[in-house]
Nanobody
Framework: QVQLVESGGGLVQPGGSLRLSCAVSGFSFIGFAMAWYRQAPGRQREWVAR???????LYSDSVKGRFSISRDNAKNAVYLQMNSLKPEDTAVYYC????????WGQGTQVTVSS
């Protein structure tokens, strides 16, 4: 059974940084693309960033240039480095395959506020 466990969220001031981690268990994700998503209060879950099996990356326009996604196949982990955070980045962040192919984890809360 695939399990996704996100961590690393917290409260940060505008302009600050956070690094999120996603531990994947239940299978080896070598050969699979992975992605980060987020859901703000009262809004639908949205895609944030994607890392391909070859390490190629894609970002939504709202985070391009500020966020960086990476993966460690040896650790079955995916990361999201978030810099220059803005209040509108406040959300619960989740990792999953493209399209949300596996059951969602509990997510990790990111709050950007002064």
């Amino acid at each position: 059974q695939v399990q996704l466990v996100e961590s690393g969220g917290g409260l940060v001031q505008p302009g600050g940084s956070l690094r999120l981690s996603c531990a994947v268990s239940g299978f080896s994700f070598i050969g699979f693309a992975m992605a980060w998503y987020r859901q703000a209060p009262g809004r639908q879950r949205e895609w944030v960033a994607r890392v391909g099996s070859d390490g190629s990356t894609l970002y939504s326009d709202s985070v391009k240039g500020r966020f960086s996604i990476s993966r460690d196949n040896a650790k079955n982990a995916v990361y999201l480095q978030m810099n220059s955070l803005k209040p509108e980045d406040t959300a619960v962040y989740y990792c999953n395959g493209p399209g949300g192919r596996w059951s969602w984890g509990q997510g990790t809360q990111v709050t950007v506020s002064s």
